[in-house]
């Protein structure tokens, strides 16, 4: 099974945790805190693996984890850092945040591209020791590491690809001038997955060609099967327009070329400028006059025009080698650019002391995700641990939203669940 998209969701590994721990050796009175750091979390990293036509393993597995960072330890030890996570897709897979359509990353190229970062460690109770505050008995949570639900979207990688009405001649032509084997038939949607095929013309001169499965009108808004497959024109330096030109079907070539290229533009209005040349097939059962006037046609409106009959090998030299000097000319293939994130969206993540107060019954209750942090990692029968505390309420603002809204000496606070009586 042919699958070129696919929607999951990736998670990057949390930071460990911080340690709370305090040196203990004989002999040695008073040792001090030595709480090491948590280890950063696995990254999610995606490699383009040319072993791979498809995305059908993502069909059935649907979410993707890397590991956690270890907690930290004893002695200033340090957690270890959490396992990466690697994912291997078809070249020239694209990944896309899902609702936004935000680039991520192209895999285009033999590199691994990191597409969701781990969380930093947490600091232990050793870097809280001051003259003041000789015994921490907290520490920081590690941070979340970041997570995306990511569309994955295969665009072939080749120079070349062939467009054209259902049974006009594509998978015949691929056939003759590369080593591609398409199933031929003489009926309709016999290509009902993209083929690619190299083309070579000399030792060290070669172009890829890709035979996209037949288009019909309407095929951009979902008609038959080609509008699945026309992403994997997008990429294609140069587009080869076949067309019938012995109309043996009952179609009229000039009108066939007219509805393909409107449904090129209608999916995307950059195809239509896209450079492209058109091969008049099956001329060896058409009339010499139909040929020619198809020919002045296509000429007419600007564009390179050969008569072959891929079936009889007539012409396919000429226009391969015309191909090939054509691409000589052409920039690169397409690669999409990572897109940096909306600006309100990282404002929005550049303030991780957001919080919200809302009153129940009496009962202040305040709601921040960030204090989960805290909280985990606070000894609350601890003096200076709720020193510590009560500085990060301060700091991030909460207790002076508290007293905004009218709080008094005695009300009830729940953070997360956990309640205490306001005092000042």
Not at 156 to 179: C, Q, T, Y
Request: include cysteine; proline fraction near 5%; charge should be negative.
């Amino acid at each position: 099974m042919f699958v070129d998209k696919a929607r999951i969701t990736i998670k990057a590994g949390d930071g460990g945790n911080g340690k709370v721990s305090f040196h203990r050796e004989k002999f040695v009175a008073a040792g001090g805190p030595d709480g090491g750091d948590g280890g950063k979390g696995g990254d999610v990293l995606f490699v383009a693996d040319t072993n791979l036509s498809s995305l059908i393993d993502f069909k059935y597995r649907k979410r993707y984890a890397a590991g956690r960072g270890q907690d930290g330890g004893s002695k200033k030890c340090f957690g270890k850092t959490g396992e990466d996570l690697l994912i291997r897709v078809p070249k020239g897979t694209v990944v896309r945040e899902a609702g936004t359509g935000r680039v991520l990353a192209d895999l285009s190229g033999p590199d691994p591209v990191v597409v969701a970062r781990g969380g930093k460690g947490g600091w232990g109770n050793s870097h809280f020791a001051t003259p003041t505050r000789q015994i921490p008995r907290f520490a920081k949570g590690g941070y979340p590491g970041e997570s995306y639900e990511v569309e994955l979207e295969l665009k072939l990688l080749a120079d070349v690809g062939l467009v054209g009405f259902p049974n006009v001649g594509k998978s015949s032509l691929i056939s003759v001038v590369s080593a591609a084997k398409p199933e031929i038939a003489g009926y309709h949607f016999t290509t009902l997955t993209p083929v690619l095929g190299v083309v070579k013309l000399g030792p060290e001169e070669s172009f890829v060609m890709a035979d996209i499965p037949g288009l019909i009108e309407g095929a951009s808004e979902g008609v038959g099967l080609g509008h699945q497959f026309l992403r994997h024109v997008d990429r294609c330096r140069l587009i080869i327009h076949i067309l019938d030109a012995s109309g043996c079907e009952g179609r009229d070539p000039k009108e066939d070329f007219a509805i393909i290229n409107r449904e090129l533009e209608r999916f995307d209005p950059e195809l239509a400028k896209r450079p492209m040349m058109v091969a008049g097939n099956k001329c060896d059962i058409a009339a010499p006059e139909q040929v020619e006037e198809l020919r002045r046609y296509i000429t007419g409106l600007g564009y390179p025009f050969f008569a072959i009959s891929a079936a009889a090998r007539q012409g396919t030299e000429e226009l391969v080698k015309a191909v090939a000097q054509r691409l000589q000319t052409l920039p690169p293939i397409r690669e999409y650019q990572p897109e940096p994130p909306d600006r309100e969206k990282l404002l929005a993540e550049a303030k991780p002391n957001q919080f919200t107060v809302r009153v129940e019954e009496d009962v202040y209750i305040v709601e921040a995700d960030w204090l989960m942090r805290v909280l985990g990692m606070v000894d609350m029968n601890d003096y200076e641990s709720l020193q510590y505390f009560q500085r990060v309420l301060r700091l991030s603002g909460i207790i002076d939203r508290l007293e905004e809204m009218g709080i008094r000496e005695g009300d009830t606070v729940s953070i997360l669940n956990f309640e205490f009586e306001y005092l000042r």
